[in-house]
């Protein structure tokens, strides 16, 4: 179907302690008394510093970025220091990945810079075989190494690895989408340097703790997420439908498949943008509204919708 109306497009060691702190003002009897209204829900998380730290508490943040730094002032360290985050694991674990939504009950793990490396590749293939994703704060880094793929032969080019340089350019601040983009008009048949920065590692060989139950393994089961958007206050929103949730990470898959990133929260975006519309010229202009500068080809839009339609008939909204 053409998309006629794109003209618009821009070229533990865990603690005790509750996670959700509150209050509320009661009498003697234990009925609830007239008066100054209830406070708003104090949201308290526990954090760690992935290769091995005390645990800390991080509270008072709206955005990637406030939590950034909020974890870097409790644990002394610069927020240019923190690579990413993990939920509930200390490990390099790409599908665990602290995006733009974070459960009540999530355990963080801050993975830090460690080791600089400088990488050169020999460009034989038009793809690399990398997915890239970033932090939300100006880190690109690698989420995925296609098997027999390129970089996959290059055993130093880690899963997590920041990549900071694309032949001495300094890449630091652009998204991932620009990253890939970079990465993908490399000529072919010439040897291209990439500095890379890999996550700080722990020191202990084996597992973390087996002393007892580690703080990753008590993963959170409430379901209320809060929400960290980057242009307004953070909210507390339940979790999707398990339906909805597939049809996202369907939106997700199709990113990479046509952009060479995963993000989960801007697949999140997209169906948002999409599940209220009524025909794909519509939803396409609402992209180009909401999302222009990724500059999106009509193909990609056309199956994301289909993505979305496909998740709106089945949770039936």
Not at 29 to 40: K, N, R
Not at 55 to 84: M, W
Request: hydrophobic share 40%; aromatic share 6%.
């Amino acid at each position: 179907m053409p998309l006629g109306l794109r003209g618009k497009k821009k070229a533990k060691s865990r603690e005790n302690a509750p996670l959700v702190e509150g209050e509320k003002a009661a009498g003697a009897s234990g009925q609830s008394l007239p008066g100054p209204p209830v406070p708003a829900r104090k949201l308290v998380f526990h954090a760690q510093l992935a290769h091995g730290s005390p645990t800390g508490r991080v509270e008072n943040f709206a955005s990637i970025q406030e939590l950034y730094a909020k974890i870097a002032g409790v644990f002394d360290i610069s927020p240019a220091e923190i690579l990413y985050c993990t939920l509930n694991t200390p490990k390099i674990d790409m599908k665990r990945l602290l995006g733009g939504q974070l459960g009540l009950e999530d355990f963080i793990f801050a993975h830090v810079k460690g080791l600089k490396k400088e990488v050169n590749v020999y460009k034989s293939e038009d793809s690399l075989g990398l997915t890239i994703t970033d932090n939300g704060v100006g880190y690109a880094f690698i989420k995925r190494i296609k098997d027999g793929s390129i970089i996959d032969s290059v055993k130093t080019i880690c899963v997590g690895d920041h990549i900071e340089c694309i032949n001495g350019e300094n890449i630091i601040g652009q998204r991932h989408y620009e990253v890939a983009k970079k990465l993908k008009e490399l000529k072919k048949e010439e040897l291209f340097t990439m500095t890379l920065i890999e996550p700080k590692k722990a020191f202990e060989i084996g597992p973390r703790s087996k002393a007892g139950k580690s703080s990753a393994e008590k993963i959170g089961t409430a379901r209320g997420t809060l929400r960290l958007r980057s242009g307004g206050p953070a909210t507390v929103e339940e979790l999707p439908s398990e339906t909805i949730a597939k049809a996202i990470e369907k939106v997700d898959d199709l990113l990479e498949l046509y952009m060479g990133i995963r993000d989960f929260d801007l697949a999140t975006t997209m169906f948002e943008a999409g599940k209220d519309k009524s025909n794909p010229d519509e939803f396409a202009v609402a992209v180009d509204e909401t999302l222009g500068d990724f500059a999106f080809p009509d193909e990609f839009v056309f199956d994301v919708w289909e993505a979305i339609g496909d998740g709106k008939r089945d949770d039936h909204l």
